[in-house]
């Protein structure tokens, strides 16, 4: 049964990124842009219902873990780890695009989990 689920998870995550890259290609977008802000979204969608679940049963410090610890590990292995084993090429008008749509989504995420209400 793990096998079967395993593989469904697989053929879904080709198709997602397939079906992405296409609606991108049709409407101009760079798949920088698809990869890292479109599927980056929909990919943490789980996540964040999964928080919005916690926090509504009043249990803050999980929902705050769950916000941030996917979507930390996704930048860490999705950005950083290939930049370094890649080596990192000339910045581009995507990658700060990019760069700054996550370092603002998590400075708000941070904002909004301090303030107390």
Not at 16 to 21: L, P
Request: glycine fraction near 10%; proline fraction near 3%.
């Amino acid at each position: 049964m793990a096998v079967a689920a395993l593989v469904v998870v697989v053929v879904a995550s080709i198709e997602m990124e397939r079906g992405a890259s296409t609606l991108g290609q049709h409407y101009a977008v760079a798949n920088v842009v698809v990869g890292g802000l479109v599927l980056a979204a929909v990919t943490s969608l789980p996540n964040a219902v999964a928080a919005v679940y916690l926090a509504s049963k009043g249990r803050g410090a999980a929902a705050l873990s769950t916000a941030l610890n996917s979507n930390t590990l996704n930048v860490l292995a999705g950005l950083l780890v290939p930049a370094a084993l890649i080596g990192l090429a000339k910045p581009s008008g995507e990658g700060f695009l990019i760069a700054a749509w996550y370092l603002a989504l998590t400075a708000l995420t941070l904002v909004l989990a301090s303030v107390e209400g």
